[in-house]
């Protein structure tokens, strides 16, 4: 339970782990107030000694590192969203860490990375008074999970057991009597078959982050769960709760040395062609032994 608790502690600091799991520090490179802040579409206050040019196209505060900014940050989406965000410097690079695992961001050099944070932490910091910046839902660690002990948690876990033997059942035998380009087939006509039959009053799948199968996707509930333990290691499961005293749990898979025949690099010609024909928008290639594949989930009803 510790490890778990560390783990979403580590979430919140999103760097800097320290083994006491203390809440994070206050911002420490934030020596002046931030300075004022420009709206959108309004003329920042003149008035006001040390308010900055705003950019007309962008709305960012024009200073040292603004050119770099404005080529890096507005080619996804428009500036208004960095100017609605605010935190110190660990703050963006911990967004930036987050957007590039999950949203494609390139990485930066040294320099052009102190460069863009400085600018962010210096003109959108922190809020005065120490508060730190809320973050959005997308990237708010979830709750503690429901101890292991809890009778909705052993519902959510025991329900698993059917689905988990018998996709290993399923894949192995089919491994073995047909190659892995064979069992891809297996794994298309029975993984939803088996996952619909393993679902008794207790809801259970398959959900992941880099899908082969779109039917995979995870129930709403589930994503943040998914992406939590994506995030964090040796974390055992999650828990959320659900809207009319229902529980869901999610237990992180990893990716073993079988599971590479169909999700790693080197896929044989043979698999290739059948996964091509049966998933052609394929994300679930390109792993190593070890790595977090997805999440089992359950969606134990209340009572
Ligand atoms: C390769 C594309 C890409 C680039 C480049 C990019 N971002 Fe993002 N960023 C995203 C995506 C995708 C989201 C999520 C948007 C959404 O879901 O609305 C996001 C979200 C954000 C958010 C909102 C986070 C939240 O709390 O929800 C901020 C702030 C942000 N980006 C800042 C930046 C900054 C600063 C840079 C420049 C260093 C940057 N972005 C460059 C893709 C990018
Ligand atoms: C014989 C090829 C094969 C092997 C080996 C294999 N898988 Fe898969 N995997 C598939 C196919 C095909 C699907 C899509 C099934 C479907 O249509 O629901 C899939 C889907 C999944 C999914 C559901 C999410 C998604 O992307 O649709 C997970 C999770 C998963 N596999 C994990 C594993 C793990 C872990 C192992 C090793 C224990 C493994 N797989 C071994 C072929 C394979």
Not at 5 to 34: E, I, N
Not at 202 to 216: F, Q, T, W, Y
Request: glycine content about 12%; charged content about 20%.
């Amino acid at each position: 339970m510790r490890g778990v608790l560390l783990g979403l502690g580590c979430l919140v600091a999103f760097s800097a782990c320290t083994p006491s799991a203390a809440p994070p520090p206050p911002p420490a490179v934030q020596a002046a107030p931030a300075p004022a802040r420009p709206v959108l579409g309004q003329a920042p206050p003149s008035d006001k000694a040390g308010a900055l040019p705003v950019d007309a196209d962008t709305g960012l505060v024009v200073a040292e590192g603004f050119e770099l900014v404005k080529g890096q940050c507005t080619v996804c989406h428009s500036a208004k969203l960095v100017i609605q965000n605010r935190g110190d410097e660990e703050h963006w690079v911990g967004l930036i860490r987050w957007m590039q695992k999950t949203q494609g961001l390139w990485p930066f050099d040294e320099k052009t990375e102190h460069t863009i944070v400085s600018y962010l932490a210096t003109h959108y910091g922190a809020e005065e008074g120490g508060r730190r910046p809320g973050l959005s839902a997308r990237l708010m660690p979830p709750p503690a999970p429901r101890p292991l002990d809890d009778a909705q948690v052993q519902k959510g876990k025991a329900a698993l057991g059917p689905l988990k033997q018998g996709l290993m059942g399923t894949l192995q035998k089919a491994i073995q009597a047909k190659g892995a380009a064979g069992a891809v087939d297996a794994c298309h006509l029975d993984a939803p078959k088996i996952a619909q039959a393993a679902s008794t009053t207790v809801k259970v799948g398959r959900a992941s982050e880099r899908l082969r199968n779109p039917g995979n996707t995870p129930p709403a509930w589930a994503a943040p769960l998914l992406r939590s333990l994506g995030q964090s290691r040796d974390v055992p499961y999650l828990t959320a709760d659900l809207p009319g005293g229902g529980l869901g749990y999610v237990e992180p898979i990893a990716v073993g040395p079988l599971c590479l025949q169909c999700h790693g690099t080197d896929l044989a010609p043979g698999v290739q062609a059948e996964l091509a024909a049966k998933y052609p928008d394929d994300h679930a290639t390109g792993y190593a032994a070890g790595d977090f594949r997805g999440v089992f989930w359950a969606e134990v009803p209340a009572g």
